[in-house]
């Protein structure tokens, strides 16, 4: 049995009940298969870094406006402290568990690594599900999070971030909790974080915007561009909103948005002013985009249970941004895209596309960008955020957009030159995964057996 086999079939004799985990993790290993048959020295670090260096799980009780007590599980994952302090998100919804947020650290390390900034991989989060809570009670939930979870991070050590469920609002509540419980002004140790008190410019947009710069560069080497194009877009949170408008700037139409209740379509494009409502809708009425249906020009869908196929990726478009959340599409909707003759997929959410979605999408030469690539604009900028707390700095929304532009500029390079390196051309999946890999592993040799 080859070495990532074996060390594969550990992993899943280890902890059987972790699907999204084994998933994430096969992604990596099936790449570095080639890797470890040229330099055969990486086999100790293989079956290291599939080990999370920490695994914190903690109660989090909580009181609701009606005075009733809840609990929660809280987790953090520091995976792989190699080369940085661990960077990460916290994901707030119910059907958080650890494998999903092992899945999410594991490429978190590899993700973190091809941005070339010094941060290790972690991931974190609740099964606490803020839609439909009050603020207060959203407040405190957070506090009582945050009154275990600050004695495993700190600016040098673990720097959380947010993700699905957890934006502007929640930072705001943990970071203040944080400061009152180590009585310090720490800004590093979170981002995301408000404007006035150490955000940074264009972290909101980051994710999106990296998003639709890596497809703009795939695109590129086909002689195409979003100029005139039209753009599939799943979800109508954070990274979704910032993909469209990033796409809107670049000449593109984007033509679908959804939420899990179900979603839109809009034949003739989301423009500013659409695209201005929802992101209103979402972000300060947290409503549906179902209340968007009454509108001109828009369609409305609910969304059906499994094993109905989401009518979305059967949109005739040039480009899809699945935006949304882990396997929301898989093989039978990506042929749907296919036979649509999509020219790229680029992936703003984490693992949205399952197994059988990439080997479709790969089988018929469609431009494709895992995650760990496509969305890595989110943790660079507050990468970017980091450096310009340890500076007491704050720069330009231009000055931090540049940067975010080049550092996904490079990623594609990056990963680009490592496919081509092992003969497998525009095999975004592979480049990426070995681009990442290498520096992490290098640094784990160098650093002895820790
Ligand atoms: P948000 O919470 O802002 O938005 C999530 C969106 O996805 C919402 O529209 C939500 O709909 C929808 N959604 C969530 N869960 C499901 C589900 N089970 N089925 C269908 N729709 C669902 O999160 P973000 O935009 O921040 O994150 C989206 C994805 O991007 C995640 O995979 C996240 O890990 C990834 N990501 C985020 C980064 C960031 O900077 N925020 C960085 C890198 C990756 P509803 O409101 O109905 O729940």
Redesign the pocket.
Known sequence: MSIVHEVFESVKRRDPDQPEFHQAVWEVLESLEPVLAKHPHYADVVKRIVEPERLIHFRVPWVDDSGAMHVNRGFRIQFNGAIGPYKG?L?F?P?VNASILKF?AFEQVFKNSLTGLAMGGGKGGSDFDP?GKSDAEVMRFCQSFMMELWRHIGHNLDVP?????V?GREIGYMFGMYRKLRNDHESGVLT?KGLDYGGSLIRPE??GYGCVYFAREMLATKGKSFDGATVAI???????QFAAEKVLDLGGKPVTM????GWIHVPGGIDRAMLASIMDL?NNRRG?LSEMASMDGVTYTA?QPEPSLNGLWGVNVDVALP????N?LNGEEAAMLVANQVIAVAE???M?CTPEAVTAFQNAGVLFAP?KAS?AG??ATSGLEMSQNSLRLSWTREEVDERLETIMVNIHKNAAAAAKEYGREGDYVFGANVAGFRKVADAMIAQGIV
């Open positions: 998100g994901r919804h059907s999410l839609k971030a947010g993700d699905i469920g934006g995301g980051a994710t799943s979800g109508s949170g954070n990274v979704a959804s939420d899990s209740s979402k549906r969304a935006c949304a959340t882990q929301e703003g959410a984490n949205p995650g969305n989110g943790v």
